[in-house]
């Protein structure tokens, strides 16, 4: 077990892969789909557990006693673990981060969408979300009901992006996830309907079916628009049925993310 290496300058290359946390078109060139950043100790977790493999660790100095077991893991043989003090790691991720626990690990290539759809009976279609956040409370309702994979249009935010890792506590790297090329989309959305999927497009519009009245079929994708435009009417177009939660007149709409697992649940219901 080596021990971990301090670093004292915010310019150490080495931990090149935790720079600018904060400044996402930065971390979006950086990253590119080589590798992506996991933070605290429950996504830690679930990240050993999806056989991602790991490229470094980053520490605060208090992180460390709690961190050392992990060390006898496997998964981490011969994966660097540094750590910094707080002057020099508000530094070099652009923000105080005083508890900082980070991994960077590589990605795993995404699900080509011919897979997903051929194995899966459950799926969410996500299109144009833009809120990290939004996606990885969407993952971790999706892992919860026991939806089978996640299909994103081709402007849908990373799935691996830092906060949507955390927000999902992890879950999103277990989650089998394909993403439509921009000339696949929407007639992707058709691949769905050839292999016997009902695509539900969720709306609030009042003439939509209601959610608890709507007959849940064999084979179902959900599909899930961005805060505000919400779905395309390319895309409400090619869905087989649209279906709307129903839900008080005081109240003008629900979050995506709480709307997303309300809906889970009541198709996944016995």
């Known amino acids: 077990m080596a021990a971990p290496i301090e670093i004292t300058s ?6 090149d892969d935790f720079r600018r946390l904060n400044d996402q078109a930065a971390r979006t060139k950086m990253e590119g789909g080589e590798f992506f950043l996991s933070e ?4 830690i977790d679930r990240l050993l557990d999806s056989h991602h493999r790991f490229r470094s660790v980053l520490l605060s100095p208090s992180r460390v006693r709690r961190f050392l077991p992990y060390l006898e893991r496997p998964e981490l043989a011969d994966v660097p673990v540094y750590v910094a003090e707080h002057e020099v790691m508000a530094e070099l991720v652009g923000f105080g981060l005083p508890r900082a626990v980070l991994v960077a690990a590589q990605r795993k290539p995404l699900t080509p969408i011919a897979d997903l759809v051929s194995t899966s009976r459950r799926l969410i279609v996500l299109e144009a979300l833009n809120d990290d956040e939004n996606v990885g409370a969407i993952s971790r309702a999706a892992r919860a009901f026991d939806i089978d994979g996640m299909l994103l249009s081709p402007t849908c935010t990373d799935p691996y992006h830092r906060r949507t890792v955390r927000v999902s506590m992890g879950e999103i790297l277990h989650m089998r996830v394909a993403r439509a090329a921009p000339e696949e989309w929407p007639h992707a959305l058709a691949t769905l309907t050839a292999a016997g999927f009902e695509t539900w497009a969720m709306t609030p519009d009042s ?3 209601e959610l608890w009245e709507a007959a849940v079929p064999d084979r179902l994708a959900i599909m899930l628009g961005a ?6 009417a390319e895309a409400l177009g090619r869905a087989t049925r649209r279906i709307r ?4 007149s005081a109240v003008d709409s629900l979050n995506v993310g709480h709307a997303a697992a309300i809906t889970f649940a009541a198709v996944s219901r016995r």
């Open 207 to 209: 003439d939509a079916a």
């Open 227 to 232: 805060e505000g435009p919400g779905l395309t």
């Open 40 to 43: 605290g100790w429950m996504s």
């Open 245 to 248: 939660i129903p839900i008080s």
């Open 10 to 15: 915010p310019d150490d290359a080495r931990v």
